[in-house]
């Protein structure tokens, strides 16, 4: 079975483990990434009204349709994506603090590893600015 990695470009690696409350979504995130020649690069920025989010443009709905799904509270490690054709971003919560009472986004993977080391990459794109991020297929 292939595995999903995101990787920071000032440092950071980790793998992703996909939702099955969210199987379209997750469908999308795959076979966007599936589809590119090259493993997928974007900059990824600190969100500014989410809390400790930090978010990057995918546009997954071209690879398939991405309706509302599993649109629960994020906590630290969740990855979720804005099917809002606008924006089509993929958003990482780096951490706890997060916005309550907002409309959330679909909830379709999770970060696998070292939530703190997830945390310092937050903090750093947070106080000095975004970097590209790389999603890569490994088989």
Not at 25 to 43: G, H, I, M, N, R
Not at 114 to 139: F, N, P, S
């Given at each position: 079975?292939?595995?999903?990695?995101?990787?920071?470009?000032?440092?950071?690696?980790?793998?992703?483990?996909?939702?099955?409350?969210?199987?379209?979504?997750?469908?999308?995130?795959?076979?966007?990434?599936?589809?590119?020649?090259?493993?997928?690069?974007?900059?990824?920025?600190?969100?500014?009204?989410?809390?400790?989010?930090?978010?990057?443009?995918?546009?997954?709905?071209?690879?398939?349709?991405?309706?509302?799904?599993?649109?629960?509270?994020?906590?630290?490690?969740?990855?979720?994506?804005?099917?809002?054709?606008?924006?089509?971003?993929?958003?990482?919560?780096?951490?706890?603090?997060?916005?309550?009472?907002?409309?959330?986004?679909?909830?379709?993977?999770?970060i696998v590893g070292?939530?703190?080391?997830?945390?310092?990459?937050?903090?750093?794109?947070?106080?000095?600015?975004?970097?590209?991020?790389?999603?890569?297929?490994?088989?």
């Open positions: 079975m292939s595995k999903y990695v995101i990787e920071f470009e000032r440092g950071g690696s980790f793998a992703i483990a996909f939702d099955e409350a969210a199987p379209n979504t997750a469908a999308a995130f795959q076979k966007f990434v599936d589809s590119c020649e090259e493993p997928y690069q974007a900059l990824c920025l600190q969100g500014r009204f989410s809390g400790e989010e930090m978010y990057f443009p995918a546009p997954l709905a071209s690879a398939m349709a991405v309706d509302r799904e599993n649109n629960v509270m994020p906590v630290q490690g969740s990855i979720a994506f804005n099917p809002n054709p606008e924006w089509s971003a993929v958003c990482v919560y780096w951490g706890g603090d997060i916005a309550e009472g907002k409309r959330y986004h679909n909830l379709f993977a999770r070292d939530m703190d080391a997830l945390y310092e990459v937050g903090v750093r794109i947070w106080q000095k600015g975004g970097e590209t991020v790389t999603l890569k297929k490994i088989d």
